[in-house]
């Protein structure tokens, strides 16, 4: 069956980076596209972009360029989230999303708690 | 800014029927969109119930149900259970940019 699996908490200092991971399992890594989703602590759900699996083009959200980079490892079926910089702000769960196929929402991760903090 | 708007909070009696909206800052939302819809329960990742407005998963309860109402999207729950109480999303497809609506609170009392 489908499984995405994410990597664990992080806890980081101001400036630094993170490299959080997406695993996927039970499909075609390659025939699907993976979305990535950001919630701050007690607040709603921001899109961040999405990286198309076929070809690892990235598309960003507004307010997510510069210092965030998604990324793809088609050998191990996984897909990368990596934020430089890191700001108290970037304090938040990051989830990665697989699609069903265009425009349908599927399988969500459980989760990657990142906290900044010094 | 695009912003989609969904009512902050609703409550719901056990068994009863409830419909959620999804507004759009832009005017009238339609098909083109492709609204979707989430549950996400205290501590847990959002699930996927619905998509291209009125679309189940496989894996959406029978009681869930999508449309478009009034100029918003909607999402119905008939025959509400105590588990569904959660927080609500709607998800809209702008130009190739996703947005999320700043969801709902359904209690269930």
């Known amino acids: 069956q489908v499984q995405v699996v994410q990597s664990g908490s992080e806890l980081k200092m101001p400036g630094a980076s993170v490299k959080v991971s997406c695993k996927a399992s039970g499909y075609t890594f390659t025939n699907y596209h993976i979305n990535w989703v950001r919630q701050a602590p007690g607040q709603g759900l921001e899109w961040m972009g999405w990286?198309?699996?076929?070809?690892?083009?990235?598309t960003y959200a507004q307010g997510f360029t510069g210092r965030f980079v998604f990324s793809l490892d088609t050998s191990v079926s996984t897909a990368y989230l990596q934020i430089s910089s890191l700001k108290a702000e970037d304090t938040a769960i990051y989830y990665c999303v697989r699609d069903l196929r265009g425009y349908v929402w599927g399988y969500w991760g459980q989760g990657s708690l990142v906290t900044v903090s010094s | 800014q695009t912003v989609v708007t969904q009512e902050p909070s609703l409550t719901v009696s056990p068994g009863g029927t409830v419909t959620l909206t999804c507004a759009s800052s832009t005017g009238a939302v339609t098909s083109d969109y492709y609204p979707n819809w989430l549950q996400q329960k205290p501590g847990q990742a959002p699930t996927s119930l619905i998509y291209?407005?009125?679309d189940k998963h496989s894996w959406t309860p029978a009681r869930f149900s999508g449309s478009l109402l009034g100029g918003k999207a909607a999402l119905t729950l008939s025959g509400v259970q105590p588990e569904d109480e959660a927080e609500y999303y709607c998800?809209?497809?702008?130009?190739?940019?996703?947005?999320f609506g700043g969801g709902t609170k359904l209690t269930v009392l």
């Open positions: 998800l809209l497809l702008y130009g190739g940019a996703w947005v």
């Open positions: 990286i198309n699996t076929n070809t690892g083009h990235p």
């Open positions: 291209s407005t009125s």
